[in-house]
């Protein structure tokens, strides 16, 4: 087991305990947002960490992607026609084309069907059989297909999509936005107008504004409806987020070398590309701020920082109340880890 997941293993294993002082007398699972970049390997950690809290402590997890909420091949070809001119809506990825509807439904039914779970199994008359509820006694979540329509993906039908049933203590969600949070206009006209001024980022002046600006639109719908759920918060930084470039075009040179389809490498570099802006206007808030606080400047406006770029952190609200919920770890270039903190 590597160190990281042993790292985010028991994290996980003394929150659930701690949250838990009597574990068969709670009925939600924990649930626990995993934010990685691309090529980091969280998929793999996240497998991982289900498996090693099954063998070792008998705790079962449930474990799922952003990237099984994906928006319908033609859903997204119509998000992507709608906004002819945005690159960042051209392709799955980014705030806006997941279906936020499906992935909050889906949480509230895994937690609802062990909830029902529990209730049964608690009360003594009652010795629980989950065949006798049929379909009612498991949970499908979504399984979306990327090697379809030449690449660009769909969502698989219903019938192969990944079918859940109780009991489960844990559900682990990954994605590479998760913990993201919108900025104020005035902070994205900021941090866009520095980039502009000393052509600090030709990922970010690549995009006009008001592109830029249905991002930070979209990105609010994320965190109405799916960070409510989450219990625990875990994130994996890259020392550099540059390093995305070289581990997507490892991963993609590793697939190639195995006869599967992949990425040239200037297809990576594009790819890359895409998803650059994002973490340069919401990266430095998630590394300095614990996801669980609310953060408030002298005046009471909602926001994360002073300066826009994350540079100077403001009145954490909350923070001795949330403190320990959220795991920050840090890799170096191959993938190590470098620091581990929390907060």
């Known amino acids: 087991m590597t160190s990281k997941v042993n ?22 699972p924990l649930i626990v947002g995993i934010s990685g970049p691309q090529g980091c390997g969280k998929t793999t950690i996240v497998g991982q960490i289900a498996k090693y809290l099954k063998a070792s402590y008998n705790i079962s997890a449930v474990y799922c992607s952003i990237d099984d909420f994906y928006l319908t091949f033609n859903d997204q070809t119509k998000l992507s026609q709608r906004n002819p001119d945005n690159k960042l809506l051209e392709y799955r990825g980014e705030p806006g084309t997941h279906d936020i509807l499906l ?42 297909n990327k090697s379809l329509n030449h690449g660009r993906g769909d969502r698989a039908e219903r019938d192969s999509w ?14 590479w936005l998760l913990g993201f949070k919108h900025l104020s206009k005035a902070q994205l ?20 504004l008001s592109h830029l600006e249905m991002i930070n639109e979209n990105l609010k719908r994320y965190e109405e409806e799916w960070y409510p759920f989450f219990d625990l918060f875990v994130h994996i930084d890259a020392q550099d987020i540059n390093f995305v470039y ?34 340069e206007l919401y990266l430095p808030t998630l590394r300095k701020d ?30 001795d109340q949330h403190y320990g919920r959220h795991l ?16």
């Not at 609802?112 to 009360?123: D, S, T």
């Open 7 to 28: 790292v985010i293993s028991q994290f996980i294993l003394n929150n659930f305990y701690k949250l838990r002082k009597f574990p068969v007398d709670v009925s939600k």
């Open 103 to 144: 992935g909050a439904n889906t949480l509230r039914d895994l937690c609802g069907i062990q909830e029902a779970y529990n209730y049964f199994r608690n009360k003594p008359e009652h010795e629980v059989n989950m065949d006798d509820f049929g379909d009612l006694n498991k949970v499908t979540i979504p399984f979306y």
């Open 162 to 175: 990944i079918q859940v049933k109780p009991p489960f203590d844990i559900i682990l969600f990954e994605g």
């Open 189 to 208: 006209e900021l941090a866009y107008n520095r980039a502009l001024e000393t052509s600090s980022s030709y990922t970010l002046t690549s995009h006009l």
């Open 246 to 279: 070289q581990w997507r075009l490892e991963q993609e040179r590793n697939r190639i070398s195995r006869g599967e389809l992949g990425m040239t490498d200037e297809q990576v570099y594009d790819f890359v590309d895409r998803y650059m802006p994002a973490y």
């Open 290 to 319: 614990n996801f669980f606080c609310s953060v408030v400047e002298q005046d009471g406006e909602h926001r994360r920082d002073n300066d826009g770029d994350g540079s100077k952190m403001v009145k954490c609200l909350n923070h």
């Open 328 to 343: 920050k770890l840090v890799l170096d270039i191959h993938r190590d880890l470098l620091d581990e903190v929390v907060m």
